[in-house]
């Protein structure tokens, strides 16, 4: 365990040093009592300050709409959030410190999983005062899949490819038609062929069926367009995604240009949460390994790799894949969350999306396309009072990036979940 | 039987012929120069064995074993190891992640140990890192092992290099110009480094300089190659003295 980064206990805290020294268990801690205290209290306290209701995303949307309650947004956030969080993050501090010192000497997996635990517990409470909460978190936690699993391809790889709304589509559709057809009466798929009781235990198999679908289509892609190397992904993977929507579109049996919906309501938070950590796991440890360092040096020097002994080609299918079963199995949960699928909705704009997010976050690196993925879908949420301008703010911000930082906000950093959960006291 | 025998080697690129009827005979603990003036041919002959170009003809025996037509990661995996002229380091690597990764043919944890962190991933991750750092230690760049490869000065990056090609656990080392950008000093260490490679690992070197004064030094045979054949070969005495090589090589005077 390293200390050494920390200030000397004795010597005299300063708010910043002090801040320092409280564990993320601490900072989780008090971020779950904060959102308990807006379930009690938050609407009470967001009438006395006149708000129409209690501010779903940080009152920002409130703001924008209504300049004059700029005062009472920030206000209620910061009696609800941002005071209660670091008033009990800093009194637990002792405590906090000498539980995670404790979970982390018993096992550092455990202690993950109960810093997990936590999170999610306030994240839970935190939806749940409204739909539209509970949406945004789905949506957002979706888009860390698709941005992490298009890093792995752009950024470990070094590779350009255009495809993920491609494997999304073809992960959406491969689920939504093995659910609707075996769970639902449905008009096009007749009746169920099992009880509906069973769906949300084989809902991890449609998703998993829809993840092998888009690996199976990243095959194809990366047949011809890793025999060497250059621009060649780019283009075919563009290609793909066009061809795989002209395709659905052309396909009258799951809707055609309609889209498919009624999908059933299996996508709910916990699932959708579990997904996310799941594929946050599996591509941190793939990236971490030898086979995972590859990729990179098959992106900084590929004949050096080869006359090392790597497989390039190999490496560079394999991940190749392995990105894309990840943008299916987030194709499919997103499938589900709308409950409705349309061609049109896997197009360019989708891949625009995508890859801002991973280019504003940062390459190479798991932090990015966290930070990437929830700051440009929470920033898309809370400028849309902004209606047009909003197009204009996004794409703005994203040449700032790359002007100041051009690899991205967080880029080129491990991803150290035990220096994560590690006590500071 | 040679550990390394090449027979009648000969590659065109377009109308130019750039090696013709090449042989080479190289045994186990062996070490091997091939000098020659710019342009001569030497990468390419290293670039022909070791997999990167396809020879138009003639035979790359390794060990009884014909391997013209691997790719070149199976070639450098049956123990045919190199380190290149311009250096070619992974520019966003920490020195320990270089050495690790040129163990990746030793590794069996396969993808269910990448993407689950098996213990048995764990188990052999922990014996590369060991290696690794044995390796490290002995090259002298031990300190530099969690720092990004191109932080360091120039002669440690050599000796990363090294280090790296050394991990592929190589039958035969090709060092392409092992000291091309070193001062006198960083010179006479890496003459150093590279007797006590072979007497450390046994292996066979083969390298490419153009200091002749090292190569005098080093090595037991020495082959001079000029326009893509060989004019001479022989002990470091014979070169010295062949006029061919004086002439083509040195040019008229003599400066060794």
């Known amino acids: ?425 | 039987m040679p550990l390394l025998e090449i027979k009648n080697m000969t590659h065109h690129f377009g109308g130019l012929r750039a090696v013709h009827d090449y042989n080479l005979a190289i045994e186990p603990g062996q070490i091997r120069g091939l000098i020659g003036p710019n342009g001569a041919g030497k990468t390419t002959v290293f670039n022909l064995i070791t997999g990167i170009y396809k020879p138009a003809q003639g035979h790359v025996i390794l060990d009884g074993e014909n391997i013209v037509g691997f790719q070149p990661y199976r070639i450098a995996s049956k123990g045919l190891g190199r380190t290149f002229q311009n250096l070619r380091l992974w520019r966003h690597m920490t020195v320990l992640e270089h050495v690790k990764l040129a163990q990746y043919s030793k590794i069996t944890y396969g993808l269910i140990g990448a993407f689950f962190g098996t213990p048995k991933r764990r188990k052999e991750e922990a014996e590369i890192k060991e290696k690794a750092y044995s390796l490290l230690k002995m090259m002298g760049v031990e300190h530099f092992a969690d720092q990004i490869v191109i932080n360091l000065p120039y002669g440690a990056q050599r000796r990363v290099e090294m280090a790296r090609a050394l991990a592929t656990e190589p039958k035969i080392l090709f060092l392409d110009e092992p000291t091309a950008g070193m001062n006198p000093e960083e010179l006479r260490q890496m003459i150093g480094i590279i007797r006590q490679v072979r007497d450390t690992f046994g292996v066979a070197i083969f390298l490419i300089e153009h200091r002749l004064r090292m190569v005098m030094e080093l090595c037991e045979q020495i082959q001079t190659l000029v326009f893509g054949e060989v004019i001479a070969e022989g002990v470091p005495e014979d070169i010295r003295n062949n006029p061919k090589v004086i002439e083509a090589y040195l040019g008229k005077e003599i400066i060794v």
């Open chain 1, 1 to 425: 365990m390293k200390n050494t980064d920390l200030p000397e206990a004795g010597k005299q805290d300063t708010f910043r040093t002090s801040l320092a020294r409280i564990p993320l268990l601490g900072w989780l801690i008090g971020a779950l009592v904060a959102v308990l205290l807006e379930h009690l209290t938050g609407l009470r306290l967001a009438e006395a300050l006149l708000l129409p209701k209690v501010p779903v995303l940080f009152g920002l949307v409130t703001m924008l709409k209504t300049p004059l309650l700029i005062p009472s947004s920030v206000f209620y956030v910061l009696l609800i959030y941002i005071l209660p969080t670091f008033i009990v993050a800093r009194l637990t501090r002792p405590l906090t410190n000498r539980l995670s010192a404790g979970l982390f000497n018993l096992s550092p997996a455990v202690s993950a999983v109960i810093h997990l635990g936590v999170f999610y517990a306030a994240l839970h409470l935190w939806s749940e005062i409204s739909d539209y909460r509970v949406l945004t978190v789905k949506l957002t936690l979706i888009a860390i899949m698709l941005t992490l699993s298009l890093n792995l391809i752009n950024g470990y790889m070094g590779e350009f490819s255009c495809s993920h709304p491609g494997f999304m589509a073809l992960g959406a559709y491969t689920a939504s038609v093995f659910t609707l057809s075996l769970f639902t009466d449905s008009r096009m798929f007749g009746t169920a062929v099992f009880q509906a009781g069973y769906g949300p235990f084989l809902f991890p198999a449609a998703l998993i069926l829809g993840g092998f679908t888009a690996a199976a289509g990243a095959l194809i892609i990366a047949i011809p367009s890793f025999r060497t190397r250059g621009d060649y992904l780019a283009i075919i993977s563009l290609a793909f995604m066009f061809i795989v929507k002209s395709m659905i579109e052309n396909m009258e049996v799951i809707g055609g240009p309609r889209g498919l919906g009624g999908q059933p309501d299996y996508a709910n938070l916990p699932a959708v949460f579990v997904w996310t950590v799941l594929c946050v796991w599996m591509i941190n440890n793939f990236v971490q390994s030898v086979l995972g360092k590859a990729l990179n040096a098959v992106r900084d020097d590929e004949t050096a790799a080869d006359a090392m002994t790597v497989n390039t080609r190999q490496t560079k299918m394999t991940a190749f894949m392995f990105g894309a079963f990840w943008a299916g199995i987030a194709g499919g949960l997103f499938a589900h969350v709308l409950r409705y699928v349309n061609p049109a909705t896997f197009g360019i704009q989708n891949l625009a999306e995508v890859l801002a997010m991973v280019y504003f976050g940062g390459l190479n690196s798991v932090y990015g396309s966290i930070v990437g993925a929830v700051s440009m879908n929470l920033l898309g949420e809370a400028l849309r009072p902004l209606e047009i301008y909003k197009w204009i703010i996004i794409p703005l911000l994203l040449i700032l990036v790359m002007i100041f930082r051009p690899a991205g906000l967080i880029a080129f950093k491990e991803f150290n979940v035990r220096n994560l959960i590690r006590p500071r006291g």
